[in-house]
């Protein structure tokens, strides 16, 4: 279990870190760089003819550089083990971070405060993760390590009073794990850089933290209605559809049976008919430019 909570350690009011993101829970969907990895794909989508090797280039560079904080894109040399405990401790930040508007201006600043020296402090650490050890400057003292455990108490403590349900719910089954599989390995690895041996990658933790961590972002994007908001306007318009063809239908027999009753084409009700198969038509039109794009399934090779 996590250490009782203490004071969270305060921090300079400098500029805000680079992975960490402000905003609502809707920032959740671009807590991983899914703004710039838009803007690129957007860029080349529209790059012309004569672009389309730099086009190319750009981006097998995102293949392997997207989603990973800036000091692993700059440590070359770092195992693949390392590259994904940074990666899953820039994530886990990123993820609670979210949810700063949700605890006032003083919790708000507590939080980011903790986050900020939880990956200040455990990242030169992970860095070395299935490395061959010798100490240096990534390891910590041992009276860092025990103040590892205050600050994720502390941590912990700031998210329960978290006003958001779907986070609070979450707290006990998956929060928790996370906290205690990062500070399981990140003391393990630091008392290994201690004693100068190699510094154990601790792959069954880091897959216990990854597990954990996508079951709290699944929890914590589900949206609450049953309709997928990126999909309800595409539903709206099929279901207007299906609306204007009974109102054609509609418009269709009272047209047939007033001609075949007196001869007359155009009535008042006719009129109204062709009114609301107009109206119908045009929140189809309106439900079908908002739909998000939805490619076509893949036609099977023996076709």
Known sequence: TTAAPAAAPAAAPAAASPHLVGGGPSLLLLSTDAAPVASLLRAARDAP?????????????????????????RGGAASGAALDWRLALHCLCQTLHVFHHAL??????????????????????????????????ASLTPEARGALGSLLGALYSTLERCDEAPLRSCLETLVKPCLLALHGAVDAMAAALQAGGPVPPRHS?????WVHLG??????????????????????????????????????????????????????????????????????????LRASARPAAPRPQFA
Do not use: F, I, Y
């Open 49 to 73: 003819m004569a672009g389309r090797r730099r086009v190319e280039g750009e981006l097998l560079s995102l293949c392997s550089n997207v989603l990973l904080p800036a000091a692993s894109r």
């Open 104 to 137: 006032g201006s003083d919790g708000a600043a507590q939080l980011q405060a903790v986050l900020r020296t939880l990956e200040q402090s455990c990242g030169p650490v992970l860095s070395s993760a299935g490395g061959g050890g010798g100490g240096g400057s």
């Open 205 to 209: 933790s880091r897959g216990r933290l």
């Open 215 to 288: 079951l709290l972002r699944w929890r914590l994007l589900l949206p609450p209605h049953p309709v997928d908001p990126a999909a309800k306007h595409l539903l709206r318009a099929q279901l207007g559809r299906a609306e204007l063809r009974e109102a054609r239908l509609s418009r269709l027999a009272a047209a047939l049976a007033q001609e075949a009753r007196n001869g007359a084409t155009c009535t008042p009700r006719s009129a109204r008919l062709v009114e609301a198969e107009r109206t119908v038509a045009d929140a189809v039109d309106a439900a079908a």
